[in-house]
């Protein structure tokens, strides 16, 4: 909550769209008497005002931010076309998206250094176009999100994050 002050002030970055979402927290909150304000990036802007100095995020000095990143945004183009990648390209590519998200979290923490960040680990929401072959390739696709996931683990202890289990969520209910 923000001091001297009733409300809690969310931030939401994220690649794909969740435009309705803002007006559901203030509402969900407010049935139990806590107030909420939120600010949403624009779509698929979740890097550039977290690397921004000055932008909309800072200037709304959220108590709370939370990334929703989903990795099809992220490693789209290795899953779309996974045979097109050898091993230490698919090594390259996890390590590109992981410094990306490395560098826009940490820009958050230093900004706000009081704010909770919450970012959720990663899973496939489809079935890679390799099928049941996916462990046959070099470093499968199930292998580069399960990569990006220990990143993430061992990111969050370092900056102080709030890690949510995306992948265990979608194991359990689909």
Same mark, same amino acid.
Not at 59 to 78: A, N, Q, R, S, T
């Given at each position: 909550m923000t001091e001297g002050r009733n409300v809690c002030r969310i931030a939401i970055l994220c690649s794909f769209d969740l435009s #309705? #979402?803002?007006? @559901? &927290? =203030? !509402?969900e909150l407010g049935a139990f008497s806590l107030h909420a304000e939120c600010y949403l990036a624009p779509f698929n802007q979740h890097y550039i005002v977290? $690397?921004?100095?000055?932008?909309?995020?800072?200037?709304?000095?959220?108590? /709370?931010? =939370?990334?929703? &990143?989903? =990795?099809?945004? &992220?490693?789209?183009? /290795? $899953?779309a076309a996974p045979l097109?990648?050898?091993s230490a390209r698919i090594d390259? @590519?996890?390590?590109?998206?992981?410094?990306? #998200?490395?560098?826009? #979290?940490?820009?958050? !923490?230093?900004? $706000?250094?009081?704010a909770q960040i919450l970012v959720h680990n990663f899973s496939l929401t489809s079935s890679p176009s390799t099928g049941i072959l996916d462990l046959n390739i070099s470093l499968s696709i199930d292998s580069a999100v399960v990569a990006l996931n220990r990143y993430l683990l061992d990111l969050a202890g370092t900056l102080d994050l709030t890690l949510l289990d995306y992948a265990g969520f979608v194991r359990r209910h689909g």
């Open positions: #309705l #979402l803002p007006r @559901r &927290i =203030v !509402r977290a $690397l921004q100095e000055g932008s909309a995020l800072y200037e709304f000095k959220p108590d /709370m931010v =939370v990334f929703f &990143i989903d =990795v099809e945004d &992220i490693l789209g183009d /290795m $899953l097109d990648f050898d390259r @590519r996890v390590a590109e998206a992981f410094s990306d #998200l490395r560098h826009a #979290l940490a820009a958050v !923490r230093k900004a $706000l250094p009081r």
